[in-house]
């Protein structure tokens, strides 16, 4: 009985400081955008929103914020298509190649940022085409389809097949019967990929800053390097603003389309393929 107190002890401190380290950091982070200072120090001397009205003021940030949201919205689209076509792929049937697109939809967890974003600036300062919003585009949507691939590939595990084969038997098109019964089953895990996509490609920085041009920013490369020339605490402000902003909406994704529930299916049952009983 000691024992197993002694383990829950541990085990609530150790939760404890791993939420310290984690939290620790946003939180002073926090604490430095409400300074009354004009240096980056703690809100010793007054707490100010000073800073967060100076940085609604900054033409410069609300341009790359529209950039930001303008491109997370037009790759997150893009990716919630050809991610869930590869989704349904992959997971209903076999074919050559299908481990490749399994490998390339884990690319993002061993392939450094840096080395995608320089890859795709060569590729197309090679070729010679496409501005800086062609080049981001492209970046974000090979940034967050594997994302979508592997969300939708786990609202896919355990579904089965068969339910669509009834529907085309009873007269459904293809098209309808996968708009009508394989659609709304699957929708939470599509509504998942779509919220990581679209907090990928908002908060990315390492790939973005590679394929950027002067003419057309994004908001963290924006930040990225105002804060090389000019660090004040308005970097704090943009930064906590950014953070709440993500925030909110993963959880306004929880509350309307429970992603946790997809979450959590992962491992409860295997793909299915089509004739499987």
Known sequence: MNALRFEKWAL?????LISIFMLGPLAIMFAISLTSNGYISLPTEGVSLRWYADMLRQRVFLDAAMNSIVLALQATLTATVLGTLAAIAVTRYRFPGRGLILLLAGAPLFVPLVMTGLAILIFFSTLGIGGPAIRLYVAHVCLTVPYMVRMVAIALAGFDWNQELAARNL???????????TLPQIMPGVIAGAAFAFIISF?????????TGAAYKTLPVELYAFAAFDLTPMIAALAVTMIVFSAVFVLL??????????LAGEAQTAPRRDGDG
């Open 12 to 16: 609530g401190i150790w939760t404890s």
């Open 253 to 262: 994704i929880e509350r309307f389309f429970g992603v946790q529930r997809v």
């Open 171 to 181: 007269g459904a098109s293809p098209l309808r019967a996968f708009v009508e019964v």
């Open 203 to 211: 908060d990315d920085v390492g790939v973005s800053i590679f394929v």
